[in-house]
């Protein structure tokens, strides 16, 4: 099992920024892949961004190009979204997701992370 604690949502005022932070514990860090998808009222929860295992790869949803950062720091278990430039339309809970398969972190296929956070709310004001 990989526990997963997202902390660092809140509310913030359009063109403003925010840093979530997820902290992993129970298996091996370096593992696994780590992600952060969302999910908007009456929406169905989508993929935002995730990063291999190394960190040396990432992939973002063309929605957040050039606005969000996803970043890994192995030595402390920990994975950082920092969240720039934000939009009314980026409002949602927030989640942080683990996999060993980097396919199914994207949800390639249909697949979905085997492991999931809590959420963390981020509301952004116009």
């Known amino acids: 099992q990989v526990q997963l604690v997202e902390s660092g949502g809140g509310w913030v005022q359009a063109g403003g920024s925010l840093r979530l932070s997820c902290a992993a514990s129970?298996?091996?860090?370096?593992?696994?892949?780590m992600g952060w998808f969302r999910q908007a009222p009456g929406k169905e929860r989508e993929f935002v961004v995730a990063?291999?295992?190394?960190?040396?790869?990432?992939y973002y949803a063309d929605f957040v190009k050039g606005r969000f950062t996803i970043s890994r720091d192995n030595a402390k278990n920990m994975v950082y979204l920092q969240m720039n430039s934000l939009k009314p339309e980026d409002t949602a809970v927030y989640y942080c997701?683990?996999?060993?398969?980097?396919?199914?972190?994207?949800?390639?296929?249909?697949?979905?992370?085997?492991?999931w956070g809590q959420g963390t709310q981020v509301t952004v004001s116009s």
């Open positions: 997701a683990a996999d060993i398969s980097a396919l199914a972190l994207r949800g390639v296929g249909g697949q979905k992370p085997d492991y």
């Open positions: 990063i291999t295992s190394n960190g040396d790869s990432t």
């Open positions: 129970g298996r091996t860090f370096t593992n696994y892949n």
